[in-house]
Antibody, heavy 120, light 106 residues
Framework: EVQLVESGGGLVQPGGSLRLSCAAS????????MHWVRQVPGKGLVWVSR????????SYADSVKGRFTISRDNAKNTLYLQMNSLRAEDTAVYYC?????????????WGQGTLVTVSS | SYDLTQPPSVSVSPGQTATITCSGD??????ACWYQQKPGQSPVLVIY???KRPSGIPERFSGSNSGNTATLTISGTQAMDEADYYC?????????FGGGTKLTVL
């Protein structure tokens, strides 16, 4: 069974840093592109970042470029999102999602999400 | 940046057909997919590559994509289909979501 389990969310002050993790199981993690998507409670989904299967290529939304870094450890089956210079507008539930191999660009499995709150 | 536009809300009576649209410049040249999200839950992929259903998604869910508009159709809508629905497409190396449509079954 495919599972994605996020962790690392919490309360952080503006300007602070946080690292999210997404532990993957039930599939060959090293074969899949992975993404982070966020959602302000009560609002819509917003794509944040993606990384290719071996970690050699990444892409970011303009709103986080230069502040967030996506990475992965295929030996540990874990995806990461390092978030620096956090702002109040980064407050959201952060989901990791697996990109489908059947349909590149769509996400066939999602984690349960981890809440990040940026507030003083 | 590329934008996808959805109506904020759609209402449908049980048993009737619900239609949710997603508009974007030349969207028909890209693959569109759709997600269902119920309160407190993570999104679920219901349509990929414009019109394909993942395993386990009921046949009443269908999709199309042409010109500037992708459409999610739910035939014989059931109360359990009440949820938020998001369209999504890939644009170059990034991914774009529509703003979401709240489907109310009443």
């Amino acid at each position: 069974e495919v599972q994605l389990v996020e962790s690392g969310g919490g309360l952080v002050q503006p300007g602070g840093s946080l690292r999210l993790s997404c532990a993957a199981s039930g599939f060959t993690f090293s074969s899949y592109w992975m993404h982070w998507v966020r959602q302000v409670p009560g609002k819509g989904l917003v794509w944040v970042s993606r990384i290719n299967s071996d970690g050699s290529s990444t892409s970011y939304a303009d709103s986080v470029k230069g502040r967030f870094t996506i990475s992965r450890d295929n030996a540990k089956n874990t995806l990461y999102l390092q978030m620096n210079s956090l702002r109040a507008e980064d407050t959201a539930v952060y989901y990791c999602a697996r990109e489908s191999q059947l349909s590149p660009g769509s996400f066939d499995y999602w984690g349960q999400g981890t809440l990040v709150t940026v507030s003083s | 940046s590329y934008d996808l536009t959805q109506p904020p809300s759609v209402s449908v009576s049980p048993g009737q057909t619900a239609t949710i649209t997603c508009s974007g410049d030349k969207l028909g040249d890209k693959y569109a997919c759709w997600y269902q999200q119920k309160p407190g839950q993570s999104p679920v992929l219901v349509i990929y590559q414009d019109n394909k259903r993942p395993s386990g998604i009921p046949e009443r869910f269908s999709g199309s994509n042409s010109g500037n508009t992708a459409t999610l159709t739910i035939s014989g809508t059931q109360a359990m289909d009440e949820a938020d629905y998001y369209c999504q497409a890939r644009d170059s190396s990034t991914v774009v979501f529509g703003g979401g449509t709240k489907l109310t079954v009443l």
